[in-house]
């Protein structure tokens, strides 16, 4: 199994972002799907995270209202899209998958089995 994170940039504060993540090797339809971010010296971040086939995103604090965890099943692909980005956004973006549905939180990172390679995300000022 491999995902293939992409559509990173730099982009202005209150600018959008869509990053993407394809997997190969299994469907990600019956995965749930974190996403989370990086600062160089920081810990990773969790993001926001989809844990049902069709339901809803689940945000953090810093990201809810703003990033939507988005499904497409016929490319086995699933989206962030990101709105009224921030500088404080500024990050390497990863993609995970986790083989288990259901959760009513956004899982700890040992929970995902399987990782995409990150792809930098520049909001600036």
């Known amino acids: 199994v491999q995902l293939q994170a992409s559509g990173g940039g730099l982009v202005q504060t209150g600018g959008s972002l869509r990053l993407s993540c394809r997997a190969s090797?299994?469907?990600?339809?019956?995965?749930?799907i974190g996403w989370f971010r990086q600062v160089p010296g920081t810990k990773r971040e969790k993001v926001a995270c989809l844990t049902t086939e069709d339901g809803a995103t689940l945000s953090t604090d810093s990201t809810k209202g703003r990033f939507t965890i988005i499904r497409d099943n016929e490319k086995n692909t699933v989206y962030l899209q990101m709105n009224n980005l921030k500088p404080e956004d500024t990050a390497t973006y990863y993609c995970?998958?986790?083989?288990?549905?259901?959760?009513?939180?956004?899982?700890?990172?040992?929970?995902?089995?399987?990782w995409g390679q990150g792809t930098q995300v520049t909001v600036s000022s």
């Open positions: 090797g299994t469907t990600l339809e019956y995965y749930a």
């Open positions: 995970a998958a986790g083989a288990t549905l259901g959760w009513t939180y956004c899982p700890p990172e040992a929970f995902y089995d399987h």
